[in-house]
């Protein structure tokens, strides 16, 4: 589903123009990534659940080499998948 099928979908539900559904989905996304940024982590009910997880360095190889190199930490962001939402999908 593709951002303005979203956007009408939501909009025909609530009985709003789809200019202000797709705002609401900006709005969201804007939310989601500063309260990530800011706590570390963002929980849409129902759906699941965007957390910063901080990686340690560590030694890796390079593929094509198999020579050893490190590889510095950081900080991902990871989506977990609430329980609510694996069991409607998966059933």
């Known amino acids: 589903m593709t951002k303005?099928?979203?956007s009408a979908h939501i909009?025909?539900?609530a009985g709003i123009t789809k200019?202000?559904?797709a705002e609401i989905i900006d709005e969201?996304?804007?939310v989601a990534y500063s309260e990530a940024r800011k706590n570390k982590q963002f929980t849409l009910p129902g759906i699941g659940k965007l957390v910063l997880n901080d990686r340690k360095a560590r030694k890796g190889r390079n593929p094509a080499t198999?020579?050893?190199i490190d590889i510095p930490a950081k900080t991902v962001v990871k989506f977990r998948v609430a329980k609510a939402c694996k069991d409607a999908v998966l059933g």
Do not use: N, Y
């Open 4 to 6: 303005s099928q979203l």
């Open 11 to 13: 909009a025909e539900k």
């Open 19 to 21: 200019k202000t559904a």
């Open 28 to 30: 969201l996304a804007v």
């Open 66 to 68: 198999g020579q050893e």
